[in-house]
DNA sequence: GGAGACTTCTGTAACGATACAGCACACGAC
DNA sequence: GTCGTGTGCTGTATCGTTACAGAAGTCTCC
């Protein structure tokens, strides 16, 4: 209980003023006499007031100053990906510099205690939600500015993101010009095991993979050209499990290029290709997504797929801040650029195995 | 501003019951007959109405059901470190088990905005700031529940964290024990260049270098045995800058047990001796601290101080929701344990120079 | 048929703050 | 002496919610 605490009043009368007047000791200072001021903050010491209640001056004024941001599923995904940390910083970035705080909601946990229903903010950010996700619910109902980033795309919702089935293609049109025909893509599941719900959680990976496949059948490559792979999750340990069998291959029959769909992946398949003695690029080019900053200094540095998560978490910032002013918030045009570095080359050359 | 919006009042007067049935159909649907939460409800659909404000909720209750986190200076640094990282991932877990939300809190930007002022929490954890920065300041101000972790010490609030000092005396220990005599430590400056505050901002950093340092001494080395270096940022291209110096050193001059106040920076060390072709450990020791996930996977082991920041994270948030529910919180008695893995060994036997 | 218990709903009084209008007074100008 | 202008402070009316006490109405039981 707040039983006990003093308040405006308690302080007012304590310092022999209006209650207005200590609000405006606190609030502007300016209007106010230097003596008065110095023994309303007396009185305040005195009682031990800590300032103004935040609730009481959020609810008068309608704004908290505050901005929810969800990120997808179990945080420890969200804290270990570090696209994901990037982004989240790039929020926070935008936010500090107005001077809003940051609000970090669990989208999972006891759904008694419904913590998007009581979170005190003037707007949402989603990020890399699944669109049948409850919380996606949640925050409609609340019916406060929202801005979505990575996923969902929400009609009349400002979205922030790039086309990933699209870098995708490009990515395999990389790959196809430099001559690879045997393709690997590495992922990681749609769902954490056990998850009760149904449908694509992650549905950025989903893309990727979709419009790398689409491209490669583009190009008039049979399904079989492309052998796909999941990683039970993102550490090293579990991409090595996932990736060893492909790469154990005899040569002929092993991709000579993997697409990774996260930079983190793409690392884990450049140890395990180090581990098993598989030259990159030279006998197996490895592209991954993201552009995280360790992609740059990997050995080799690693062809990637820029996308600058932590740009787009500023963007997504300023667009909830925007629609809490009232002011038109549009979605940015984005577009992602590959970056080729030493990771990807031309296919080992084919030992005989002519073409006519 | 909230105005136009439906409010309690609003949606009563639609579906033609008192305000508290509305309010009682949103949070105590058993007071109330199916037949009327439906009637609410729809009225509630009709106009648009999101559900009872949180704001006028945590007014009335006195609760907001959120904990306000403050780390150490920029954010950038709090992101990029995966120590912060777990931390914070402690924090968000143990909030989410309880029903809370995480506020995260700029401890920098513009000082006018305030958000430790206008933060709606019940309770703080301040996670390795400065005694002296004005954020400190502000939050005891609050007069609120308070926890800090990491640093400062505070009297009269529960403390998180370990003896610094004293974990990176047992790690001299351990270098001593198998034979080194020539030192360096690596750590990163005090201060981010230009800051207006002057003192010791990473308090723990400090603290490591100095127990070993005091370590060395108490074995009766003398200053020389130890050569200090320190590292610009965390990435590893700056360590890579700050070390090369020591590491080019011929054999006979250069430190053959390399301590790192944190595992990130360690990790640095290890990329930098493979570069330079120095073999770890066995012309090379290496040491971090905090055991992160990537020091258990690095090539080789890393060798370091684990003290589960994870843990730490959880701890905190539990003693900040212990003081808020009234109830005594203890700070814990935490003991780091030293990891010895793969990245530390005897030095070279010395080519001849031999002892009397 | 009346007492008691239970269900379902209502009225009142805060929770702590701020916006806004306005009042008293001092001061200089004409 | 009246008027206009500022400065410094006060009073009132909300902001949207929930705790609590209690009032109808229904049901049960003897």
Do not use: W
Not at 112 to 117: F, G, Y
């Amino acid at each position: 209980m707040t039983h006990g605490r003093p308040t405006l009043d308690t302080v007012a009368e304590r310092a022999g003023v209006s209650r207005m007047t200590v609000s405006n000791a606190y609030n502007r200072p300016d209007q106010l006499s230097a003596a008065t001021q110095e023994k309303v903050f007396r009185a305040a010491a005195e009682l031990g007031y800590g300032g103004p209640d935040p609730a009481g001056r959020s609810l008068r004024r309608g704004r908290s100053g505050t901005v929810g941001v969800l990120l997808t599923e179990r945080l420890p995904y969200a804290f270990a990906d570090p696209g994901m940390v990037a982004f989240l910083h790039g929020v926070a970035s935008e936010l500090a510099d107005a001077g809003q705080a940051l609000l970090l909601l669990p989208t999972e946990g006891n759904p008694e205690h419904a913590p998007v229903r009581n979170a005190i903010v003037d707007a949402f950010i989603l990020c890399s939600l699944a669109a049948d996700e409850p919380a996606v619910a949640d925050v409609l109902a609340r019916r406060l500015p929202v801005v979505t980033a990575g996923s969902p795309h929400l009609t009349g919702t400002p979205f922030v993101g790039i086309d990933n089935a699209r870098a995708a293609a490009e990515v395999a049109r990389h790959l196809l010009g430099l001559g690879h025909r045997r393709f690997g893509v590495l992922t990681v599941p749609g769902r954490p095991e056990g998850s009760p719900t149904p449908g694509p959680n992650r549905p950025a990976q989903r893309a990727r993979v979709q419009g790398f496949r689409q491209a490669l059948a583009d190009a008039g490559l049979p399904p079989e050209a492309l052998t796909g792979v999941e990683a039970a999750t993102h550490d090293r340990a579990a991409v090595a499990v996932a990736v060893r069998p492909l790469l154990r291959r005899p040569a002929s029959h092993r991709p000579t290029a993997l697409f990774a769909t996260t930079d983190v992946l793409a690392l884990g398949v450049l140890d395990a290709a180090a581990e098993l003695g598989i030259a990159v690029p030279s006998r197996l080019s490895v592209v991954g997504f993201d552009d995280i900053a360790e992609a740059a200094t990997a050995r080799p540095p690693l062809t990637t797929v820029a996308q600058s998560l932590f740009d787009q978490g500023r963007s997504a910032a300023r667009l909830a801040l925007r629609l809490v002013d009232g002011q038109p918030a549009r979605s940015p045009r984005l577009r992602p650029t590959l970056v080729v570095r030493g990771s990807t080359a031309a296919p080992p050359a084919r030992p005989t195995r002519g073409t006519p």
